[in-house]
């Protein structure tokens, strides 16, 4: 079953309108399915500082969530509010 906070990350991403980006939920993930011509790297180097600056729009208690970008070609993980196990592995 999906969160509150969970529902609240797709309806921002969703009504972002990328287009040609998929957004939707699997478990207690968010998947996002980018254009194959979507550059990975630089999405990843500028999520931190996007999500942060979409995530002022949310009055939820932060939980972990994980997103997973993909292109067609690659993907990449990020975990928001990561589990204290999570970052200690780093």
């Avoid at 287009?19 to 931190?48: C, F, Q, T």
């Avoid at 500082?49 to 969530?65: G, S, W, Y």
């Avoid at 070609?73 to 196990?85: G, I, R, T």
């Amino acid at each position: 079953m999906m969160s509150a906070y969970q529902q609240k990350w797709i309806d921002i991403l969703q009504a972002a309108n990328l287009k040609g980006w998929e957004i939707k939920a699997e478990g207690n993930e968010i998947h996002v399915e980018m254009p194959h011509v979507s550059d990975l790297k630089l999405i990843r180097d500028n999520l931190p500082a996007t999500l942060a600056a979409l995530a002022l729009d949310i009055n939820l208690p932060p939980e972990r969530l994980k997103f997973i970008f993909h292109n067609g070609y690659e993907n990449f993980e990020y975990v928001l509010n990561p589990s204290a196990e999570e970052l200690n592995e780093e």
